[in-house]
């Protein structure tokens, strides 16, 4: 009877062990798609179907800085740069996140799956008549941005 007894306590023991095995390595695969996006920093320029000189100027010298000065962030994934037409239907959410109902430009830093966004709506404004210092003011902000991943 005393060997029934053991036999069935051990049993009981490896499958216990056993499972609770199992569920701790069905939770490591979750718990590291926790973080579900990597490290990146994003360029937003938000826009809207009628363009001024001004937004159409915010473009371009947003996309020259990023193309001269962070080729290869970008070919590393590391900076993303993104056209949103605020107009659109399928792009309501975005503009609803942001606050962006016309042209807006942010830096989006997603570090460790969490968002931090900077608004540079008003200095883009502001400096876009002015392309060298635009371009050198906001390269500088996307390096501080960068330093951070």
């Known amino acids: 009877m005393k060997t029934i007894k053991l036999i069935l306590i051990f049993t009981l023991g490896i499958s216990f062990y056993s499972c609770k095995d199992k569920k701790e390595a069905i939770k490591t695969p979750v718990a590291e798609q926790a973080k579900t996006e990597p490290d990146k920093l994003e360029v937003l320029d938000f826009h809207t179907a009628h363009r001024c000189k001004a937004c159409i100027s915010i473009e371009a010298s947003t996309r020259e800085t990023i193309e001269k000065y962070f080729s290869d962030d970008v070919k590393a994934g590391k900076l993303v740069f993104k056209l ?17 109902y016309g042209t807006s430009l942010f830096l989006n830093l997603i570090k460790d799956g969490k968002e931090t966004h900077t608004d540079l709506t008003n200095f ?25 991943i």
């Open 124 to 148: 883009a404004f502001k400096k876009e008549a002015n392309k060298e210092v635009f371009m050198s003011e906001l390269k500088s902000k996307i390096e501080t941005e960068l330093k951070k």
């Open 84 to 100: 949103i037409n605020a107009d659109v239907a399928e792009n309501e959410k975005i503009v609803d996140d942001y606050g962006a």
